[in-house]
């Protein structure tokens, strides 16, 4: 069965403490790897897909990285505004083509000034 | 440009009851899908639409239906609530679908509380 971890479940920082959230990941065959930042009361908001290992991609203080089983997203010198779930999720081609997505339970971060 | 709108924000139903939750994609997406999001948890898919037609079905029971229109808007329905499907009710719009690049934009949700 395809699933999703993210650790740790919550994760508190001062303003300018980088950290790392980690995602990994067992499916049948991984179409790509998406991240989400999900504020209280709203719809996630997408951040990156990474679709092969060894890929990297960056955001103002966020990078995220890929391997062939996890997935890490560096948060570099955070603000207060870093505040929110972030949500990792997988497409696999295990699920044909419905576009479905499997989300992690989610990481959410508390950046303190 | 507008982006995923859905409506109600807020529900309040009792067990039994029946529920429709509407969502309009962003102008241009074709691709509708839902998710279900329970406190705590990540978003679980329910359906996926695309040109008026079902592309994908979760787990979820035939409680569940759903049905994309001619504008491409969708609606949601749930029969015979249980105190189980109190959620978050997620609506994502796509440009494509079968792609592979299926990057989701999402509306704020509809937050139903069953009584």
């Known amino acids: 069965e395809d699933q999703v971890t993210q650790s740790p479940e919550a994760l508190r920082l001062q303003e300018g403490e980088s950290s790392s959230l980690n995602c990994s990941y067992t499916?049948?065959?991984?179409?790509?790897l998406f991240w989400y930042r999900q504020d209280p009361g709203k719809g996630p908001e997408f951040l990156f897909t990474?679709?092969?290992?060894?890929e990297e991609k960056e955001k103002e203080r966020l990078k995220a990285t890929l391997t062939k089983k996890e997935s890490f997203l560096h948060i570099t010198a955070p603000k207060p505004e870093d505040s929110a779930t972030y949500l990792c999720a997988v497409q696999t081609w295990g699920s044909g083509n419905t576009g479905k997505l499997i989300f992690g339970q989610g990481t959410t971060l508390q950046v303190k000034p | 440009d507008a982006g995923v709108t859905q409506s109600p924000t807020h529900l309040i139903k009792t067990r039994g009851q029946h529920v429709t939750l509407r969502c309009s994609p962003i102008s241009g997406h074709k691709s509708v899908s839902w998710y279900q999001q329970v406190l705590g948890q990540g978003p679980q898919f329910i359906f996926q639409y695309y040109e008026k037609e079902e592309r994908g079905r979760g787990n979820f029971p035939d409680r569940f239906s759903a049905r994309q229109f001619p504008n491409y808007s969708s609606e949601l329905n749930v029969n015979a609530l249980l105190l189980g499907d109190s959620a978050l009710y997620l609506c994502a719009s796509s440009l494509l679908w079968g792609m592979g690049d299926e990057k989701l934009f999402f509306g704020s949700g509809t937050q139903l509380s069953v009584l």
């Open positions: 499916v049948s065959g991984l179409r790509g």
């Open positions: 990474l679709y092969s290992a060894g």
